[in-house]
């Protein structure tokens, strides 16, 4: 993907073409298919987005300063952009396709879910969880017969079990505010995917869950540069 030079890149075969994915870092993505460009959370802290694409859709999971980066989403949108938010990002862009957890809708022609991302265990000094129930969304994007969970800022929680035919899933380690590498790991076996990338993972040690996936058939663990 031109603009991208210096970021890892995969490259996963869809029956509607390949599926490039490029690792720009953090909790946050560049993928190409079909010649559209999607962004996730943009972040202004891990790219140079006036040399990165434009973007068909963008995706962004919650409010957080670090997914909601107002000035990396105006670098990155034109006015034929396509955002899919949540509706309390919504209210601070003051536009966008707004979905709540359990919502679908096609954007740039690709269906995209939207999944529940919360904390159960980890929490504020007061009480209250990093990423409440309801504020945020994971998204699941239907490219040919690939399926692609980015599962946002949330614990392992119930709802991914009910997720179906995942074939991909980015699911975050930072600690304290999402996933422990044991908590990653039974995340992983409740989606099923056959290729599980850490993300958004800080200081934690991504060997962790590779080891602690490492007997399990059909599940590969991919290391990349996204602390």
Same mark, same amino acid.
């Given at each position: ?5 210096? !970021? ?14 490029? !690792?720009? %870092? ?13 962004? *996730?959370?943009?972040?202004?802290? #891990? ?5 990165? @694409?434009? +973007?068909?859709? *963008? ?14 989403? +105006? ?5 034929? $952009? /396509?955002? #899919?938010? $949540? ?19 096609? +954007? ?8 529940? +991302?919360?904390? #159960?265990?980890?929490?504020? @000094? ?19 017969? #690939? ?6 800022? $949330? /614990?392992?929680?119930? /709802? ?9 899933? !980015?699911? @975050? ?41 490492? %007997? ?12």
């Amino acid at each position: 993907m031109s603009g991208a030079k210096g !970021f890892e890149r995969d490259v996963i075969p869809t029956s509607e073409g390949d599926l490039e994915i490029t !690792f720009l %870092g953090h909790g946050t993505l560049m993928m190409a298919f079909q010649n559209k460009c999607i962004h *996730v959370d943009p972040y202004s802290s #891990v790219a140079d987005y006036g040399a990165l @694409p434009k +973007a068909d859709l *963008v995706l962004i999971t919650h409010e957080h300063g670090d997914h909601l980066d107002m000035d990396a989403l +105006a670098q990155v949108t034109t006015e034929d $952009t /396509e955002v #899919v938010l $949540t509706p309390i990002c919504a209210q601070r862009t003051g536009g966008g396709k707004a979905l709540r957890n359990g919502e679908r809708t096609v +954007a740039a022609g690709i269906p995209i879910e939207a999944a529940p +991302a919360y904390n #159960v265990q980890h929490k504020r @000094p007061d009480g209250a969880p990093f990423h409440p129930p309801g504020a945020g969304n994971g998204y699941v994007l239907t490219l040919g017969d #690939v399926r692609v969970y980015v599962a946002g800022d $949330t /614990e392992v929680i119930p /709802e991914m079990g009910d997720l179906e035919d995942i074939d991909v899933a !980015f699911l @975050p380690m930072n600690l304290p505010y999402t996933m422990t590498p044991e908590m990653a790991a039974e995340a992983a076996r409740a989606v099923g995917a056959r290729i599980v990338y850490p993300y958004h993972f800080g200081n934690t040690d991504t060997s962790e869950l590779v080891d602690l996936l490492a %007997g399990e058939p059909g599940i590969e663990v991919r290391i990349r540069n996204m602390a």
